[in-house]
């Protein structure tokens, strides 16, 4: 692997972003953008130079540039993973994936999700993001969370989270074990400049989300 870097790396995949400006604005504060199969036209609209496109191109006809990495259409991973690893390999660790959240295909967020908990066992640390939610995945620790005034949901992912603590919240938790099957902390509220969110064992999916 790369030396790894200290920055952000974006990924703009192929789900459906309506606000370019939006776009630009989430990569700016990042060092590297890589497409996703046909995230490069949103990279287009939104005048974002892109370090490097990946894909197997199966709905459309791939860009020609030579930065541009054709991937068989049967394959292991989702464009997005593709994308994910091209950035692993030039050493990045933090990753802001745009268009991999809303869309027709449910299935292909799920998948998204998914990778964030893989990586997140690794080290890696992604933030799916579209106009309205931010989704992420932690692993046991300690974590403030700015107050941008979107709604506080966690989730229990795959098993128990035990000893979760939340702090600066409406609705405040004291080592608690919220369950894979226990919807109590969805809607919550911080109400202080940061929320403190700690657990000691599991692993948490964090959901911030606006009307």
Not at 50 to 75: H, I, L, Y
Not at 85 to 92: K, Q
Not at 188 to 196: D, M, P, Q, R, S
Request: with cysteine.
């Amino acid at each position: 692997m790369a030396d790894l870097k200290r920055g952000i790396c974006a990924v703009i995949s192929a789900g459906r972003i309506y606000d370019m400006q939006w776009l630009k604005k989430g990569c700016e504060s990042c060092d590297a953008v890589i497409c996703a199969d046909g995230g490069y036209r949103y990279a287009e609209a939104a005048g974002i130079r892109a370090d490097a496109v990946v894909g197997d191109f199966d709905s459309g006809e791939a860009p020609q540039d030579e930065n541009v990495t054709v991937f068989p259409v049967r394959k292991d991973d989702t464009d997005t993973a593709l994308a994910i690893e091209r950035g692993i390999s030039l050493g990045y660790r933090r990753f802001k994936v745009f268009g991999a959240v809303s869309g027709a295909r449910l299935d292909h967020t799920a998948a998204s999700i998914t990778l964030c908990a893989k990586y997140a066992l690794q080290g890696i640390s992604i933030t799916l993001f579209d106009e309205k939610n931010e989704i992420t995945v932690l692993v046991p620790g300690e974590y403030e969370l700015e107050n941008s005034g979107k709604k506080l949901s966690l989730f229990a992912f795959g098993e128990a989270v035990e000893g979760l603590c939340e702090k600066g919240v409406s609705y405040p938790l004291d080592s608690y074990t919220l369950s894979p099957f226990d919807p109590l902390c969805v809607s919550n509220e911080i109400i202080c400049e940061k929320a403190v969110i700690s657990f000691k064992s599991g692993v948490l999916l964090v959901i911030r989300s606006s009307d």
